[in-house]
Each structure stands twice: as C-alpha cells, then as structure tokens.
C-alpha cells in the first residue's frame, strides 16, 4: 500500500484549525450513469464529484464508515477482514476507462446485480493479464509482495468461504477450520483461480482508492475512517490468528461482546463478537493491533474508533447467555496499547467513540492520549443545562455531531419529539424562525469543538425513511443512496457561509 500521500506533517486533533465536514459512506453515493445494476455506490465519477462539492461548501472533511467487505447484511462493523477492501466498492467504469474491461453496449435483461457485480470483475482480470502494461503487472505483483502479510490468507479464506456458500469457518471440515498445513496447501492449488481473483479485486480497490485519496488530499480535503474495536467472528482474521482470542478448541467463544442493561435496554446488548486475548496480544507487544492501525493510517487521514471505552474495561457475557445480563467488566491493558502504538506511529490521529455511560477512567484514558471526544446534539436535550453533549458544555478537543449514522435524520428524530421538548430545543438553540435541521447543523458551527461532521441526510434535510441504520434491526439497514437532484442550487453557497461563518473554513 501507499503510505498516506500528502500530509507532510501528522494530524494533531487537538491543535488543529477548526474544520467541517459531512458524514457519507461511498456505498450511499449516486450513481449519475444510471446503471440498472449499480446497487450501491462507488470509488467512481461521482465520488470524485462529491469531493468536488465538499470542496466549493467549504469543507475540509469525509466521514465515512468501515470500508472492509461485508457479510449477507451489508454491516460495515461486522467485516471479513480488518485489512481487505469491501470489491462492491471497486467503480467498474474506471475499469473500463482504464482499458481493464469491455464497454458493454447493453445490460442484461435479467440480472442479480451481486452477480453482474462478480462477473464483470472476472472479466477484469482475464482483460488485465492479457492487456496491462509491465508497469501494471510489476505493480500487482508489488502490492502481493508488500500485502503478504494478510492478503494471502484473506484470498484464501474467501475462497473457502465461497465454496462452502457462505458459511462460517466453523463450520467448514475439520482440518480446514483448523488450518492443517496440508489440507491448506490442497486448496491453494485447487482453488488457486478464484485466490488470485481475490488477490487482483483487493489491488484494483487500493489502486482506486488512493487516486480517490489523492484528489481529496490535493484538494484540501481529509479522510476520516472508522475502525470497530472488535471483530466479527467469522472472519478471515480470527480464522488465522485463532490464538488472539477467547475460543475453545473448536473455535467457539466462552465469552463475547456487548454492554451491560442500562436505560435504553434492560436486558443490555448482546453484540457477540468474540474477546481478545489481552495478555497474549501485549506479551507479543501488540503486534497484531500495530498491523490493524498500519492499514488504517494508510488509508485515512484520522480514524474514529468505535466502542472507545472497550480499551479501558470490557464487559463480557457467557456465551451461552442470550442476553447481556451476567456478564462482567474485564480491565484491558489499553493504556499500554496506546503506548505502544504511540512510539511506532509517532502520533495517533484518533477519534474516541465515547457515547454510553463513560467513567472517569475512560475520561482519563482518553484524555492521556489526546484523543477527541464526539459530541451528539440529539443527545443533548434531556437532563437539564449539565447534559455534557449541549453546546455549552462542549470543549475544543471534541468532534460535534448533529447525529450519526445510528440516529435518526435530525428532521425525523425532531418529529418524533413532543411539542414541549421540540419548543424547549428551538428556545435554547434561539431559532424560532428556522425549521430543523437547520438549527442544529449552525449549533454544530458554531460549537467550539474542533470539528463539526453533519450527516449528509441532515445536509439534504431528510426526514427518517432516509436513516443509514436503526441498531437492532437485522435488515434493512446500509442502503441509502441520495441523488444529485436532491441538492439544491442553493446547498453549496449555504453551507459556505455558514462555514466561514463560524471560522471553519
């Protein structure tokens, strides 16, 4: 991979100029060809055009989710690997521009447009080995070298994973779901085609991604990722590396994931990722998370990390449990952690997910290591002037945010409220003339934390059909595109005033 290409000088968060920015995955862009199988957006004309848009809005920020390769539910936070890029996210038509695939003159009547998806990117390869220039060969061949290190198991994961339709690896026969060497070697040769078609679509997503990289960049504008603290346990990474984490012989948890009942569950949630094994992973000095935050730093600007207070305390539950209750905190060796990443990246531009009930040990965790807080204001109304997420409680080393990609649109989370709650939140925000979203994105301005990120639903006033995800829910989540008719004429200068405004531009 490319190391991060313009930044001659790492981000410091807490000392940085004040910036704004909007909170889009790439999955939710447009699709301006109107491409009858494009069922979700891509590293395409159109992500470049939104980065065309940031920059005229004044923005210097894009917020996105985890852009690793999913499962059946599209969840950006239950990934296959921690290093692989998602191939639904490869724009075909630059590999058309590229001279890698035929144009096609027309489309399939009837198509599954994951299938079209697979076998146009088949297509790809057998047109790249046939067609590419040495420099291109040489640099495919570079990119398997320097990726050994998770690309080759990754590659063959998938294929397993592929040709035992989807199930998980423990499920698969014995000596594959315990990795004997021989059995292994057997599949690598019988299924050397669909690896190497893995190992190609893993070089077209990096290649794509970082000329989309370096057009933000040049163009001022930073990328902003997001990294779950954990892993979801079908996964090549907890296939491979089976010895960092909470599993029985077979592969099954004794523990896993998720947060104790409080207000908003009373049975807590039960995520069901399974556990690290904390002290092996410092006694081989973090090894392990120093690669995962390699990936990572190469691929952003600053990464958000989800589930922050995980790396202070984790609450663990049986895995027999089918809720939350009877599980207990286990202390986690985070500070050290961070220690460590800390000399080997010199500087560590995160992000701290810190929502939820946080102690004062997290508090100070965070704080240790400098690394911004976030802000919710539509959580700020309830509690009364102390309520830490109202905007004038806010501090300076924080990220602001109207919502995130688990709330509500601000419009649809304002329309559920009652009207004595709707009227308090226009009194306090002194906007009695302005209908929402517009009110809270200006608070969001004019907060005095560093960084202010607003959905691009809220950007485009969109009540809640529009939400990314409601937590909980197994389906229907992940799918929202936005159009280009949905902007008006008037967004951009709009958003550039308020923007120099409030001194983020």
Not at 296 to 319: K, N, T, Y
Request: glycine letters at 6%; aromatic letters at 12%.
């Amino acid at each position: 991979m490319h190391s991060r290409l313009l930044q001659d000088t790492p981000l410091d968060l807490y000392n940085d100029r004040r910036r704004a920015g909007i909170l889009l995955h790439p999955t939710s862009l447009p699709d301006s060809t109107h491409h009858a199988l494009s069922e979700n957006g891509d590293f395409g004309s159109d992500a470049f055009h939104f980065i065309d848009f940031l920059v005229a809005s004044g923005m210097s920020i894009w917020q996105m989710l985890p852009l690793g390769p999913t499962h059946g539910d599209k969840s950006p936070y239950q990934c296959l690997s921690v290093h692989a890029g998602n191939s639904f996210l490869i724009s075909l038509d630059l590999l058309v521009k590229s001279g890698w695939l035929p144009q096609e003159s027309t489309l399939p009547a009837s198509e599954d447009a994951s299938r079209y998806r697979r076998a146009r990117l088949i297509q790809a390869r057998q047109e790249f080995m046939q067609h590419a220039s040495a420099e291109d060969h040489a640099a495919f061949k570079e990119f398997g070298t320097q990726q050994q290190h998770w690309l080759k198991d990754f590659a063959l994961y998938t294929a397993l994973h592929h040709e035992h339709e989807g199930r998980s690896w423990l499920d698969w026969p014995v000596l594959l779901r315990d990795r004997e060497p021989q059995a292994l070697e057997e599949v690598r040769g019988r299924l050397a085609d669909q690896i190497e078609q893995t190992c190609f679509e893993q070089f077209i997503f990096f290649r794509q991604w970082f000329a989309l990289k370096r057009y933000a960049n040049e163009r001022g504008i930073l990328l902003f990722g997001d990294m779950p603290i954990f892993v979801a346990h079908d996964s090549a990474d907890v296939w491979v590396h089976r010895q960092y984490f909470k599993l029985d012989e077979a592969g099954h948890p004794f523990v896993v994931t998720g947060v104790p009942p409080d207000y908003f569950s009373a049975t807590g949630q039960r995520w069901g990722n399974p556990h690290y094994q904390w002290d092996l992973m410092q006694s081989d000095g973090f090894q392990w998370w120093i690669e995962r935050m390699t990936t990572q730093f190469v691929l952003f600007d600053l990464v958000r990390i989800d589930h922050f207070r995980g790396f202070e305390s984790c609450w663990e539950i049986p895995a027999q449990s089918p809720t939350a209750e009877g599980g207990r905190w286990v202390d986690v060796p985070g500070d050290a952690l961070f220690g460590v990443l800390r000399a080997t990246f010199n500087t560590l531009p995160l992000v701290a997910e810190d929502l939820g009930i946080i102690t004062p040990e997290v508090d100070a965790l965070r704080e240790k290591h400098r690394f911004p807080g976030m802000k919710i204001l539509q959580f700020a109304f309830e509690g009364g002037p102390t309520n830490p997420y109202l905007p004038h409680n806010h501090k300076k080393d924080s990220v602001v945010y109207t919502g995130t990609h688990d709330n509500n649109t601000t419009v649809g989370w304002f329309q559920e409220l009652s009207y004595p709650a709707q009227n308090y939140i226009m009194e306090y925000l002194a906007k009695p003339l302005e209908s929402m979203p517009l009110p809270l994105i200006r608070s969001a301005f004019a907060s005095v934390a560093n960084l202010a990120i607003i959905p691009m639903q809220d950007v485009l006033r969109l009540d809640a059909e529009h939400r990314m995800n409601l937590p909980g829910t197994p389906q229907g989540n992940w799918g929202w595109r936005y159009t280009w008719d949905q902007v008006p004429d008037d967004l951009v200068p709009r958003l550039r005033r308020m923007v120099e405004m409030y001194g983020r531009l």
